[in-house]
């Protein structure tokens, strides 16, 4: 709108039909130093997933190996000779049905919380490459819900939160769930 011409520079990505944060760098320099601070788990990414049913415990840690899946080539699994993969995961409203969780990641790998949590025997609702395709929603249940990193000049702690989006937040009250509070 403004008529700036600039190179699109994201730091990650997001799946397909996952909505919420995604971090640009306005240059290459702030793009190193971002990619940084990724690399080095500084800067944090947090989700929410509504997955159907409920992992094993409150709360846990996902450590399995992702790597292409041997008949699907758009797909990843969990394989012996993937690559290392760490997903961190809370509940946040547990239930029996479904239940809403927070996950962190500490390692990056295409559709890491997909294929995890598929793994770990819950899907994410609507999730149909690696669960089911769903009623309630018409995409996987995924949200970027925030993203913090720390400030390249003033070194201040930054939390960007994107709010839920309405397709998500209907599912919720389908479901009869109420997700905490965002913070400021």
Request: aromatic share 4%; with cysteine.
């Amino acid at each position: 709108e403004r008529g700036i011409v600039s190179t699109i520079r994201p730091l990650h990505r997001l799946d397909r039909d996952t909505s919420g944060c995604i971090v640009f760098a306005k240059n290459a320099q702030s793009q190193a130093l971002l990619e940084a601070q990724l690399k080095a788990n500084s800067l944090k990414r947090t989700y929410w997933a509504l997955v159907k049913g409920a992992p094993p415990q409150s709360a846990g840690t996902i450590r399995a190996l992702i790597g292409s899946h041997p008949t699907h080539p758009n797909r990843r699994a969990v394989t012996p000779q993937g690559e290392t993969a760490i997903t961190h995961y809370r509940v946040l409203v547990p239930g029996a049905a479904f239940s809403l969780l927070e996950l962190t990641l500490e390692t990056g790998r295409t559709h890491q919380i997909r294929v995890h949590l598929a793994h770990l025997g819950c899907p994410i609702l609507g999730d149909a490459m690696y669960g089911v395709r769903s009623s309630l929603i018409k995409r996987q249940a995924l949200h970027a819900q925030a993203i913090q990193f720390r400030h390249l000049i003033s070194k201040a702690d930054i939390t960007v939160q994107a709010p839920l989006p309405p397709d998500f937040q209907q599912v919720l009250n389908l479901v009869k769930i109420s997700p905490p509070e965002l913070t400021d």
